[in-house]
């Protein structure tokens, strides 16, 4: 029963390149969420998706970042033209689908993957 | 927006000894979760704690939703509890688990 899986755990990046960070969920979870953590602070939501389906992206920049969770496949974080500012660790999250209120339902965490841009 | 402190910042114990963690929040919450992440970055789930108390072995923690707190307690530290730990809540309502995290609680535990 393995967890939420990211990879790579490391990515190394110049100013300008793209980036790639991938997540599979845990099996039966249909919901992903990215978080983003910048050094020595604590995590900042960025998007919710379903599959297929973007639900939630208020925390995602306007620019350059975009996510997608595909009908086959692991949920997809990309960012174009990447910036030293984009240095940090990227979480992703997974969850069932709650059909009811104030159910039992906890985000369970990948290993983040983090971006160093050079 | 929801707002989540959590204190003391840093924390630095002797092996052995008990400490409190505090998450304050400024709404009403549908949901509460406390992490650890461990010194090489893993964010591993503590408990799910909207209301009422629990434990797990030498970890508890209490949340009392209608005075906007949780506490977590760690009795007999070990050197492995270093890390951070973060309060997270939910303030939407069905299907939305947009949490919001503190900005954690730095634990040093020293041999």
């Known amino acids: 029963n393995a967890g939420v899986m990211q990879n790579p755990r490391h990515l190394v990046r110049r100013r300008g390149q793209e980036a790639r960070l991938r997540c599979s969920p845990m099996k039966g979870h249909s919901h992903v969420y990215w978080y983003r953590q910048l050094p020595e602070e604590g995590l900042k939501f960025m998007v919710y998706?379903?599959?297929?389906?973007?639900?939630?992206e208020s925390g995602m920049p306007k620019e350059r970042f975009s996510a997608e969770f595909p009908k086959e496949g692991p949920s997809i974080l990309r960012i174009q033209q990447v910036v030293r500012g984009d240095s940090a660790a990227y979480f992703c999250?997974?969850?069932?689908?709650?059909?009811?209120?104030?159910?039992?339902?906890?985000?369970?965490f990948g290993s983040g993957t983090q971006l160093s841009v050079l | 927006g929801i707002q989540v402190e959590q204190s003391p910042p840093d924390l630095i114990l002797q092996e052995g000894a008990n400490s409190t963690l505090r998450c304050n929040f400024s709404?009403?919450?549908?949901?509460l979760q406390w992490f650890h992440q461990n010194p090489w970055g893993q964010l591993i789930n503590l408990f799910y704690?909207?209301?009422g108390t629990k434990q797990n072995g030498r970890l508890s923690a209490t949340t009392v939703a209608t005075e906007r707190y949780s506490l977590l307690y760690i009795s007999s530290s070990q050197t492995t509890d270093s890390g951070v730990y973060f309060c997270a809540v939910d303030p939407g309502f069905v299907g939305t688990y947009k949490y919001i995290f503190g900005t954690g609680t730095r634990l040093k535990v020293l041999a």
């Open positions: 998706l379903q599959k297929e389906n973007i639900i939630d």
């Open positions: 999250a997974s969850s069932p689908r709650s059909t009811g209120t104030r159910t039992n339902e906890k985000l369970f």
């Open positions: 704690i909207p209301s």
């Open positions: 709404d009403s919450v549908n949901n």
